[in-house]
């Protein structure tokens, strides 16, 4: 679960890591009351769950209340990725210095936690890596001994942090961990990390926070489960956590359904290459989405109402791997959704294992002219691949 902005900046003043003392609003009204009652310039910052906000214009700084009105008036309910602004934050305007990149992921090749920071901060910190990835600092962190001083000193250094900030950076960057290891998170970023001048003179600030929670451990942090944000986040993916599905939106135009994580990994990559060995410009997985082991009929049917309520879906692909998961309950499963759902989307099944005879058989026996069979996963791949582009 990715938490918002305001709410990782929430927990991480509660670690000790400063945060500007702002506020959510839902209307530019309260935009401007907030931006009164702060008083001086203030920064206000789309809430929605992706990166690159400021690139798509939804953080804007005003320098008046009634500037924040009109500000708030247009990020509030602009679209960012597909995604519709619901909420903003207004924060006091920092006044930057430098900004840093500074976050924390599992390293699951180490089986460690990972500390990054980079002088690179405020911008795409994939884009740092893929061009010039010596420029992050990286450093493994022992999950028992937490971070080493010595560590964040090689952090700080490593990113040309003057060094009249080194004490507080270290300390930022522990108390990163910690919130990090008590909420079981699988990412918490700073970015940007930013030096700022106050009235108090010139410290480091958390001016951006992202923090990303595994899902399996929620069950024990009820007050973390709770800030899930149900208007924030992709319909499908709430109706997907619904049905007991591992559903994740895409791009592409071809749905895919799959069961086990593995094998839907390798399906989506080779319908991505067949699209792109026969020059379909844009073909690809339309979704990851995982059935899970042992999954019948009517959560087969779920997850097709689901790729089907996508409309750049131009075609599905289901690839079957039967051991626990029955092949004619999967059958099954697709012809009941079809009684549900009127499409004329074109569909290839892919059945191996577990009664992928009888499944393949209940397929043809329904004589549907949208669904073909296949034999092996590439024949299958590139007839989806073809159905999409109506070949
Ligand atoms: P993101 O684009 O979604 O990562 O949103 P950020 O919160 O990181 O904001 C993007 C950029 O806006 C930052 O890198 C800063 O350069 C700028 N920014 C954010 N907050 C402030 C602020 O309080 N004052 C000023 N001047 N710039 C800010
Ligand atoms: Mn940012």
């Not at 003392?21 to 920064?43: F, N, P």
């Not at 992050?136 to 003057?162: C, K, M, V, W």
């Not at 950076?169 to 079981?184: G, M, P, S, V, W």
């Not at 339309?286 to 997850?303: E, H, S, T």
């Amino acid at each position: 679960m990715n938490l918002h902005e305001y709410q990782s900046k929430g927990l991480f003043g509660q670690f000790n890591i400063p945060v500007p003392k702002g506020k959510v609003a839902t209307s530019d009204q309260e935009v401007y009351d907030i931006a009164r009652e702060l008083g001086g310039a203030v920064v206000v910052k789309a809430q929605v769950l992706t990166g690159g906000r400021g690139k798509a214009g939804g953080v804007k700084v005003a320098k008046t209340p009634d500037d924040a009105r009109a500000v708030a008036d247009k990020i509030l309910g602009m679209q960012i990725k597909d995604l519709v602004v619901h909420k903003v934050l207004v924060d006091p305007a920092a006044d930057i210095k430098k900004e840093i990149y500074l976050g924390i992921v599992n390293d699951r090749v180490a089986r460690k936690p990972l500390i990054m920071a980079s002088a690179e901060g405020g911008m795409d910190i994939e884009e740092v890596n893929r061009v010039s990835p010596e420029k992050i600092i990286r450093e493994h962190i022992d999950p028992f001994l937490g971070l080493r001083d010595y560590q964040a000193r090689n952090l700080a250094s490593g990113t040309q942090l003057p060094r009249e900030h080194w004490k507080q950076f270290t300390e930022i960057a522990q108390n990163l961990f910690k919130c990090f290891q008590r909420y079981d998170a699988t990412l918490a970023e700073i970015n940007p990390l930013a030096i700022v001048s106050t009235s108090g003179g010139v410290s480091l600030m958390a001016l951006d926070g992202k923090i990303s929670i595994d899902d399996s451990a929620l069950f024990k942090m009820p007050e973390i489960a709770e800030m899930r944000d149900l208007q924030a986040e992709p319909a499908e993916e709430t109706r997907a956590r619904e049905a007991g599905l591992t559903y994740i939106k895409l791009d592409g135009d071809i749905g895919c359904m799959v069961n086990g994580a593995g094998l839907a990994m390798t399906t989506m990559d080779i319908t991505k290459d067949i699209a792109a060995k026969l020059g379909f410009e844009g073909s690809g997985p339309a979704n990851f989405l995982d059935i899970g082991g042992g999954a019948r009929a009517d959560k087969v049917a779920a997850a097709m109402r689901i790729i089907l309520s996508e409309p750049k879906v131009k075609a599905i692909l289901f690839n079957i791997f039967g051991g626990i998961t029955r092949c004619d309950e999967v059958a099954r499963g697709i012809l009941q959704a079809l009684g549900e759902v009127q499409t004329s989307v074109p569909m290839v099944v892919r059945l191996a294992g577990t009664n992928a005879k009888e499944g393949l058989e209940i397929i043809d026996n329904a004589k549907v002219p949208s669904i073909m069979s296949a034999a092996t996963l590439t024949e299958a791949a590139e007839k989806a691949v073809r159905a999409a582009r109506g070949q």
